[in-house]
Nanobody
Framework: QVQLVESGGGLVQAGGSLRLSCAASGLTFNTYAMAWFRQEPGKERLFVAA????????YYVDSVKGRFAISRDNAKNTLYLQMNSLKPEDTAVYYC?????????????????WGQGTQVTVSS
């Protein structure tokens, strides 16, 4: 049974930082592309960042480039998202996702497994 469990969300002031973690189990972690998505109430789930299985390549939505960093520790089966210089518009529920094969990294439907999400709230 595959499980993805996010942690590290919370309330932070604008300009602050948070580090999200996603602990994976039940899958061969180093064979999966991993990603972070976020979703605001009543809106679609949007791509934030992705990393290839061995971690050689990372991809970001333009709005977070230079502020967020995705990384993975395959020895610990854990995905991370370091978020710096947070803005109120970063407020959302953040989800981690796993894909054994993906053609379009930014497309939610490409991902087979999802975590339950963690809330990030950035106050102005």
């Amino acid at each position: 049974q595959v499980q993805l469990v996010e942690s590290g969300g919370g309330l932070v002031q604008a300009g602050g930082s948070l580090r999200l973690s996603c602990a994976a189990s039940g899958l061969t972690f180093n064979t999966y592309a991993m990603a972070w998505f976020r979703q605001e109430p009543g809106k679609e789930r949007l791509f934030v960042a992705a990393v290839t299985p061995i971690g050689g390549r990372t991809y970001y939505v333009d709005s977070v480039k230079g502020r967020f960093a995705i990384s993975r520790d395959n020895a610990k089966n854990t995905l991370y998202l370091q978020m710096n210089s947070l803005k109120p518009e970063d407020t959302a529920v953040y989800y981690c996702a796993a894909a054994s094969w993906v053609e379009v990294l930014t497309a939610p439907h490409e991902y087979e497994y999802w975590g339950q999400g963690t809330q990030v709230t950035v106050s102005s």
